[in-house]
């Protein structure tokens, strides 16, 4: 039972830095890729970024500048740093487990396990 | 980045219909198109991945289809449990994208 937990504060101030952390279990985090998404309340999903121990991290192109995801092999943990925040990004944010499939000869990407998600507020 | 569009944003319905809901994308994605269920206070869960491909333990009322730019999620026979939003999402390039979701409702 592959299970993953969001942590971090549930507020931050305009112009600081967003810190959250995702707790795996069930899995080796050196197996797989690892996602942040975000979700606007009452808007649509949004991916940040994805990071295995196997490779660079890969961000969004327009959070690239402010976003930093790291992890920690040793505490089975990934992390989500976003600097500079705004109104803009308060959002509950999710991580997320990529899952990848051989369908037909083709690689598919799906996120097939996901935390419960983690409502961050960007005010003063 | 691959822009995905799903239509209608917004859907009604009753117990017991067929409903099917479309996911556009930008450029051609092959069956890189995953579809998932969320519903408000809970995460999203994988329904159909590669296109067609129903996830383990997902009733198999859900069917999706389609491949290159066009794709549809189709549940036959809704239950009441089914009301959700419903988001596709694609995979071939980075960023991965998600269209903007359908609300499906009674």
């Known amino acids: 039972q592959v299970d993953l937990q969001e942590s971090g504060p549930g507020l931050v101030k305009p112009s600081e830095t967003l810190s959250l952390t995702c707790s795996v279990s069930?899995?080796?985090?050196?197996?797989?890729?690892w996602s942040w998404i975000r979700q606007p309340a009452g808007k649509g999903l949004e991916w940040i970024g994805r990071i295995s121990t196997s490779g660079s991290p890969d961000y969004k192109p327009s959070l690239r500048d402010r976003v930093t995801i790291s992890i920690d092999v040793f505490r089975n943990q990934f992390s989500l740093t976003l600097r500079s925040v705004t109104a803009a990004d308060t959002a509950v944010y999710y991580c997320?487990?990529?899952?990848?499939?051989?369908?037909?000869?083709?690689?598919?990407?799906?996120?097939?396990?996901w935390g419960q998600g983690s409502l961050v507020t960007v005010s003063a | 980045d691959i822009q995905m569009t799903q239509s209608p944003s917004s859907l009604s319905a009753s117990v017991g219909d067929r409903v099917t809901i479309t996911c556009r994308a930008s450029?051609?994605?092959?069956?890189?198109l995953n579809w998932y269920q969320k519903k408000a206070g809970n995460a999203p869960k994988l329904l159909i991945y590669a296109a067609s491909r129903l996830q383990s333990g997902v009733p198999s009322r859900f069917s999706g289809s389609g491949s290159g730019t066009h794709f549809t999620l189709t549940i036959s026979g809704l239950q009441p449990e089914d009301f959700a939003t419903y988001f596709c999402?694609?995979?071939?390039?980075?960023?991965?994208?998600f269209g903007g979701g359908t609300r499906l409702e009674i």
């Open positions: 999402q694609q995979s071939s390039i980075v960023p991965l994208t």
């Open positions: 450029q051609s994605i092959s069956v890189h």
């Open positions: 069930g899995a080796s985090i050196s197996s797989d890729y």
């Open positions: 997320a487990r990529d899952w990848f499939t051989m369908v037909g000869g083709l690689v598919n990407e799906a996120f097939d396990h």
